[in-house]
């Protein structure tokens, strides 16, 4: 592709779809790529209560809503999964798995995280049968079932409480015997009677014939081990940043997530980062969407001065 765009969004989450309706809103031309749905985490949340405004909606209703606003807005959309960075110092080639070659003046990294896996036996035998880590996708599949979720974080607990519209019972194993979730998560797990939560306990195998049976968990303090029945786990145990990519380009930091300063400029001329594949505290919509902004007016500004 010899034409050279004004700016590719890699990653149309909150961060890459709010970068696009600000960029566009400047009238500048934007492409976006994203390599599954569009929306990023959003998709797979099944309710938000903390975006201000909106006292509850669902993920894919904000996922939608935002990226209905940046391509009615004239923001680009195509299927690209990225795989490699060139950059000269004055034009950035986005190189993506299928041999398309996307031309850039300035560049927003938007790719955001991927769940952690719990690299244990059994995992990738039944993943899709029985494993799964996205309860809004797969939760439908287990009416009536014990489902067990592994982690003791936000979204972990949020997950758990969503199960419970279709399990008989959810379990929660927690490697220690205190969660790390938001207060008012935790009190609703606790108080909800259909969940079930295993503290200091830790995932070693998922066991089966052709789907989910059980899992077996071991004692962290005793190192007992113990097969609890179960037909589905959903492991919540952490993310690690989509940054693959960008490994030769020397701006992440030791666990691959993007170095970038409060205008979300990398060490790259023209590289931008927002959203969670930031190295940050706090990863959420509401943040990722400010991160959006900020990258698109500092690229607003970056591409009028090179013009």
């Not at 890699?10 to 929306?39: C, D, F, K, Q, W």
């Not at 409480?161 to 490697?175: G, M």
């Not at 990398?266 to 505290?281: M, N, S, W």
Request: proline share 3%.
């Amino acid at each position: 592709m010899d034409n050279i765009h004004d700016l590719v969004i890699v990653g149309a989450g909150p961060a890459g779809l709010t970068a696009a309706v600000y960029a566009r809103r400047a009238n500048i031309e934007v492409v976006m790529l994203e390599a599954s749905a569009p929306g990023g985490k959003m998709v797979k949340t099944a309710e938000i209560e903390n975006w201000p405004g909106t006292k509850k909606t669902t993920g894919p209703d904000l996922a939608y809503s935002m990226f209905e606003h940046a391509t009615n807005l004239g923001a680009m959309y195509q299927f690209g999964d990225v795989s490699n960075i060139k950059n000269d110092g004055n034009i950035i080639e986005v190189e993506c798995a299928d041999g398309k070659v996307y031309k850039t003046k300035a560049l927003l990294i938007a790719t955001g995280t991927v769940e952690r896996l719990l690299n244990i036996p059994g995992e990738q035998k039944f993943t899709n049968r029985g494993v799964s880590y996205c309860a809004v996708c797969d939760g439908a599949f287990f009416k009536d079932e014990v489902i067990t979720v592994i982690g003791g974080g936000n979204s972990a607990l949020e997950e758990a409480l969503y199960l419970t519209k279709f399990a008989s019972q959810v379990n929660v194993v927690i490697r220690r015997d205190v969660f790390r979730a938001d207060k008012m998560i935790r009190d609703k797990v606790y108080a909800h009677d259909k969940i079930n939560v295993i503290v200091k306990s830790i995932p070693v195998e998922v066991v089966g014939d052709d789907k989910v049976d059980g899992i077996v968990l071991e004692n962290v303090d005793t190192k007992e081990r113990t097969t609890i029945p179960t037909k589905a786990v959903f492991p919540f145990i952490g993310l690690d940043p989509k940054t693959e990519f960008v490994k030769n380009l020397g701006i992440t930091n030791e666990f691959g997530y993007i170095k970038a300063n409060e205008k979300m400029e990398t060490a790259q001329k023209g590289i931008y980062a927002a959203g969670d594949v930031l190295e940050k505290e706090l990863r959420q919509v509401v943040t990722a969407a400010a991160d959006g902004a900020i990258a698109a007016q500092e690229i607003i500004m970056y591409i009028e001065e090179h013009e």
